[in-house]
Nanobody, 115 residues
Framework: QVQLVESGGGLVQPGGSLKLSCAASESIFSFYAMDWYRQNPGREREWVAIIRADGTTRYVETVKDRFTISRDNAKNTVYLQMNSLKSEDTGVYYC?????????WGQGTQVTVSS
């Protein structure tokens, strides 16, 4: 059972930045991929970004050129750097790991973009 713990959420003004972290309870080196999702009340969970084992990344169109997903294998941590934040980026952000033992979710961290 892999445990994922997100952190780094908070309240930020439009145009600001936040960096989210997702710490895994075991080595992420062998994970197939790790993703970030987000969700607002009453809406479906939306996929945001992925980083695969080979380091390749992809993003939903609405965050391209603003968000960057990265990982530090030594710290078993994946990050989501979010710049030029907009009100529509508000939501609970979840980390998702695709591993050889199954797929796992974190508990989420709230991001609120508001003036």
């Amino acid at each position: 059972q892999v445990q994922l713990v997100e952190s780094g959420g908070g309240l930020v003004q439009p145009g600001g930045s936040l960096k989210l972290s997702c710490a895994a309870s075991e080595s992420i080196f062998s994970f197939y991929a790790m993703d970030w999702y987000r969700q607002n009340p009453g809406r479906e969970r939306e996929w945001v970004a992925i980083i695969r084992a080979d380091g390749t990344t992809r993003y939903v169109e609405t965050v391209k050129d603003r968000f960057t997903i990265s990982r530090d294998n030594a710290k078993n941590t994946v990050y989501l750097q979010m710049n030029s934040l907009k009100s529509e980026d508000t939501g609970v952000y979840y980390c998702y790991a695709r591993t050889t033992s199954g797929d796992y979710w974190g508990q989420g961290t709230q991001v609120t973009v508001s003036s």
